[in-house]
């Protein structure tokens, strides 16, 4: 599994609609395990969010699946409905189609931000002011992960 960090602002090219993804994200990923292309999916904030292909496919295959439809297939059928795959051209370069960019929140400056096993694609105008806010109590955020890591290494001692 890829692990992706980090961030970087980015353009949105207004008339082709693509998106560079910076060699920084694409060195992160191993190509032969987790792919060259991406799912691009609507993420639950409305925000972009792109997961290398067969990392994806891994993931949906984790999926329990019955042979009658269920209430969660049915609301499921949207989630595969909308998502895309999306190819880098040699440059690196997505296009995003055109139903994606009409669904999303998004804006001409981006930022492309690393979430552990996917990259989401927020305004810049919103990323920024998210970020602040989320200083406010990162390092009370970082105490309480080192508890919770400290407590499971505990647990795990015989």
């Not at 990923?29 to 609507?42: K, M, P, R, S, Y």
């Not at 440059?91 to 990259?119: F, W, Y």
């Not at 390092?139 to 505990?154: I, N, P, V, W």
């Amino acid at each position: 599994m890829a692990l992706l960090i980090g961030e970087n602002e980015q353009t949105i090219d207004p008339a082709k609609h693509r998106l560079a993804i910076n060699a920084m994200f694409r060195d992160q990923i191993d190509a032969e395990e987790d792919g060259t292309n991406f799912v691009l999916i609507l993420g639950p904030d409305r925000h972009l969010w792109l997961y290398p292909d067969r990392y994806y496919a891994r993931l949906v295959a984790t999926m329990k699946r019955s042979p009658l439809p269920t209430t969660q297939q049915r609301d499921m059928s949207l989630f595969f409905a909308m998502a895309r795959m999306v190819r880098p051209d040699a440059q690196g370069r997505i296009v995003l189609p055109e139903k994606s960019m009409q669904r999303a929140i998004l804006a001409e400056q981006v930022t492309v931000v690393g979430n552990c096993d996917h990259l989401e694609i927020w305004p810049t105008h919103e990323w920024e002011p998210r970020v602040v806010k989320g200083l406010e109590t990162y390092g009370q955020m970082l105490y309480e992960a080192s508890d919770r890591l400290a407590q499971a290494e505990r647990d795990k001692t015989p």
